[in-house]
């Protein structure tokens, strides 16, 4: 009996941890989408990152995270602070974590830690003070005059074995209280990566590896891979002759991009071991931050090196590891940024933008552009608390959305809308059905189109159901549907007459005919919403004025809403 019993126990423990495992989050193939499955579904991130400093105290995460559940999000990204858990070297405190997963579940969240380690915003601020007092034993960067900088070296074992041993425990440390809950979903490893000052570091060993010959493991890359290649690292290798072997000077050239392409191997390559100690323990999803190389800049005056899209080979071949490199957005050229990281070998997560009205809108244009895990304001706790503001509308509405959303990501039948008073106006198309989107301020009724006010961005998610069915969702949109007869009948362009016939030819009253072909009528526009199973619930029609008489569909600046369309095609 208690033979069997045993038996029993063993058995019921096997099984328990295969479900155990089968629940942590992991991500999955579907089409060209990559997926976040948690809870064995597969889930959008509607999250915020917190300030800095917001998560470091106790009565900070227990007052704002009760906010975070008001406004609608489902993932917060918290700061995990190497100098408050191992204050110490060798002691470590994880009360804080504790406190974050605590509150997370209270108020029904998911959580995603940043790992403050060795490096935050390029620098070393958040090393311990044993670690920062110590600094022959933890050596940092210098410049190219000699001159030390507050950056922590990557060519050091005692900076990494410090580095990764903090890590590791914090990896054991959720594994032993949340590995049945999965509260944490997901790590970030080290945050905005990056030299300043110079494109490298100038110390004696990053010296000696950076006047020896590439790594083998490089060379292979770069041959195996060549027609795949970033347009930017293959431009840059071959205009320096397309060499395999050599120094990297030899290889990429002599200038400070190749300062950077070095920096990058050695920064990814630490990372990669970071992520394959932490995974030992307990193997969640790890991703990259990166901060833009923008306005103009110079590597060294952006934090060169970093997990950047002109260097993603880079980081791919030293780090494998990593599951997605992600953009921090602060500027201007929000599609231009996000374009460049939705790569066939790179889902897009935003972990960090500017928090500011558009978010709103940019986020229904991320999941429906670019089947897009995340997006994340940067400091969400300072977001006004009331129901109509921009981003917690929007996240109302994707939380909605998040079942159908899901189900058609991958399959080619999904787009996303961003409109602002330069970019006006896209033209989607499947098979013979053209869809005119326009940002809604181009409505010739509306005075804020010509008062001179910046308009807000409009923008939304299109989703073709069906051949004759589509859902709109978003705000300050406007969306007709034109066949492709109608779009080739150059009779259609012009101004048509009550009987249905255009005057041509100037004064000499001209009559020409409808060349023929099928038109794109709207059945119905039916506001909806969407139930927990992914089925529509209907709200109302809308006809007359707010289709414009069957001319179009179209949402108002100061709303987020879906819609439900069904079209018909006539003669």
């Known amino acids: 009996m208690k033979i069997f019993l045993s038996i029993l126990c063993l058995s019921w423990l096997f099984t328990a941890s295969l479900v155990a495992q089968s629940q942590i989050p992991h991500w999955e193939q579907q089409g060209t989408a990559t997926q976040l499955i948690i809870n064995n579904e597969p889930k959008l991130l509607l999250a915020g990152e917190l300030g800095n400093s917001s998560a470091s105290s106790p009565q900070d995460i227990e007052r704002i995270f009760p906010k975070l559940q008001r406004m609608g999000l489902n993932t917060v990204l918290v700061p995990a602070y190497w100098d408050l858990i191992e204050p110490q070297e060798g002691k470590f405190n994880f009360s804080l974590i504790d406190k974050a997963i605590e509150q997370a579940r209270k108020n029904e969240l998911k959580i995603i830690f940043l790992w403050f380690g060795a490096w935050k915003n390029s620098m070393s601020c958040y090393a311990p003070m044993w670690f920062k007092n110590n600094y022959k034993k933890y050596p940092r960067t210098r410049t190219e005059t000699g001159k030390p900088l507050e950056i922590a070296s990557p060519f050091s074992e005692n900076v990494f074995q410090a580095d990764s041993k903090a890590f590791v425990k914090l990896m054991q440390h959720i594994a032993q209280i949340d590995s049945t809950e999965h509260t944490v979903i997901m790590i970030q490893v080290e945050n905005e990566i990056g030299m300043l000052e110079n494109a490298r570091d ?37 205009q320096a002759g397309g060499k395999i072997k050599g120094t990297w000077q030899e290889v990429f050239g002599k200038d400070i991009y190749t300062d950077e392409i070095f920096m990058a191997w050695y920064y990814a390559s ?31 005056e952006y934090p060169a090196a970093g997990p950047l899209a002109h260097l993603i080979d880079i980081w791919h071949c030293a780090a494998p590891s990593i599951d997605l490199l992600a953009p921090d957005l602060y ?69 909605e959305l998040m079942p159908i959303i899901t189900r058609y990501q991958g399959k080619g039948v999904m787009k996303g809308l961003l409109f602002d008073q330069n970019n006006k106006e896209r033209i989607l198309t499947w098979g013979e059905t053209n869809l ?91 506001e909806v919403n969407i139930n927990a199973d992914g089925t529509l619930q209907y709200i109302r029609r809308l006809n007359g004025d707010q289709d414009h008489q069957g001319r179009h569909a179209r949402i108002g600046v100061d709303e987020f809403s879906i819609l439900h369309v069904r079209l018909y095609t006539y003669r």
Request: with cysteine; net charge neutral; glycine share 10%.
């Open 270 to 300: 630490y990372v990669e071991r970071m992520i394959q100690c932490g995974r030992k323990v307990y193997n969640l999803p790890m991703y990259v931050n990166a901060a833009m190389n923008s306005r103009g800049r110079k590597p060294g």
């Open 331 to 399: 500027d201007k050229g929000f599609t231009d940024w996000t374009a460049q990281y939705k790569l066939h070998n790179n889902p897009l997560f935003i972990p960090e933008i500017r928090l500011e009205a558009n978010d709103g809108v940019r986020a229904f244009y991320v999941f429906g552009e670019h089947d897009a895990i995340g997006f994340s304001p940067f400091s969400i706790e300072d977001t006004p608390e009331s129901s109509n503001y921009p981003l917690i509308q929007s996240y109302r509405k994707l939380k």
């Open 436 to 526: 005119i989107c326009r940002h809604f301020f181009t409505l010739p009724w509306d005075a804020r189109a010509t008062d001179g006010s910046i308009w807000p961005e409009g923008g939304g998610i299109i989703i073709r159901m069906a051949e004759d069915e589509y859902l709109i969702a978003g705000s300050g949109i406007v969306v007709e549907f034109k066949s492709s007869d109608e779009i080739d009948n150059k009779v259609e362009k012009k101004q048509l007459g009550e009987d249905g016939f255009v005057a041509t030819g100037g004064t000499q009253n001209v009559k020409e005919k409808w060349n023929g072909g099928s038109r794109i009528g709207i059945g119905s526009v039916d």
């Open 202 to 238: 100038y110390s004696e060993e990053a010296n000696r590896l950076f006047n020896s010959k590439l790594p083998d493991k490089l060379t292979t890359y770069l041959q195996k891979n060549k027609k795949q290649l970033h347009p930017w690292l293959y431009d840059k290798w071959q």
